[in-house]
C-alpha cells in the first residue's frame, strides 16, 4: 500500500503515520523527520535546510525530492510505504511520479485529511515533542501525567523552534499557496481520499480497509 498524506501542519498526519505504520508494516517516510534529524547532526543538509524550516519556508524541491527518491530504493518499500509530508509542491508530485514510472508502481491513494485553520493553529502552538522518544504530546489536548516530561520514556518534552504562533502562520500561508494545489491534482488521478482531520485512527482504518483489498494492505 503506497501511500502519500495530505493536508495543513497540525491536520494529524504524523500521529496517523505512526499507527498505519505499525498496523500495516510499511515504513512512516517523513520529509519533516528527516530534515530535522540532519539539522540535529549537523550534516550539511541540515545546515541547508535549517533556515527554511526555522521560517516555515519550503526546503527547495531538489533537495527534497532527492531525499525521497533515494529512499525509495530501499528494500524495506516493497510492501509499501507512508509519505509524510511530501510531496508538498505541484512539482514535487511530477518528479516522484516520474521517479515512480520508472520503478515498480505509482501512488494508490492520496489521503487528504481536512482541518480548519483555527484546528490546525491550536493543534500546532500546543504540541510538545518528547526529545528522547519524538512521541507528540499538546498542552490541552494530550497532556502528559507531569507537565515537561513524557509518559513513555521520562524524556523532556519541547516545543519545536517553528511551532511558534508567527512561523506557524507562514507555514499555513505556505501551505495554502504551494501545497493545496496538490488536491486537484491527485483527484485529477483519480486518488484523492478525502477524510477529517479529527478521524481517529480506528475509523481511518476503516476507510482504508474498505478502500483497498487484502492483497494491497498484507
Ligand atoms: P508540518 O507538516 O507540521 O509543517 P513537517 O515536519 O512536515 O511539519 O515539516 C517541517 C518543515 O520541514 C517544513 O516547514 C519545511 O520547511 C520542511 N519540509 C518538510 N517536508 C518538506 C517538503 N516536502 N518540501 C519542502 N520542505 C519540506
Ligand atoms: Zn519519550
Avoid: W
Avoid at 498524506?5 to 497540525?10: A, R, T
Avoid at 505541484?90 to 505509482?106: F, H, I, R
Avoid at 488536491?183 to 485529477?188: E, N
Amino acid at each position: 500500500m503506497k501511500l502519500v498524506l495530505l493536508g495543513p501542519p497540525g491536520a494529524g498526519k504524523g500521529t496517523q503515520s505512526v499507527v498505519l505504520s505499525k498496523q500495516y508494516k510499511i515504513p512512516h517516510i517523513s520529509t519533516g523527520d528527516i530534515l530535522r534529524e540532519a539539522v540535529k547532526a549537523g550534516l550539511p543538509l541540515g545546515i541547508k535546510a535549517k533556515s527554511f524550516m526555522d521560517k516555515g519556508e519550503l526546503v527547495p524541491d531538489e533537495v527534497v525530492t532527492g531525499i525521497v527518491v533515494e529512499r525509495l530504493k530501499k528494500p524495506d518499500v516493497q510492501k509499501g510505504y507512508i509519505l509524510d509530508g511530501f510531496p508538498r509542491t505541484l512539482k514535487q508530485a511530477e518528479d516522484l511520479d516520474k521517479a515512480l514510472a520508472g520503478m515498480s508502481s505509482g501512488i494508490d491513494m492520496a489521503v487528504y485529511f481536512e482541518t480548519s485553520v483555527k484546528t490546525a493553529i491550536e493543534r500546532l502552538c500546543g504540541r510538545r515533542v518528547c526529545k528522547s522518544c519524538g512521541f507528540n504530546y499538546h498542552v490541552k489536548n494530550i497532556p502528559p501525567k507531569k507537565e515537561g516530561v513524557c509518559d513513555k520514556c521520562g524524556g523532556v518534552l519541547f516545543q519545536r523552534p517553528d511551532d511558534n504562533e508567527k512561523t506557524v502562520m507562514n507555514r499555513l500561508k505556505v501551505y495554502e499557496d504551494q501545497t493545496k494545489p496538490l488536491i486537484a491534482y491527485y483527484t485529477k488521478k483519480g486518488l484523492l481520499k478525502k477524510v477529517s482531520g479529527d478521524l481517529g485512527v480506528n475509523e481511518l482504518f476503516k476507510v482504508l480497509s474498505n478502500t483497498f483489498s487484502d492483497a494491497k494492505i498484507a
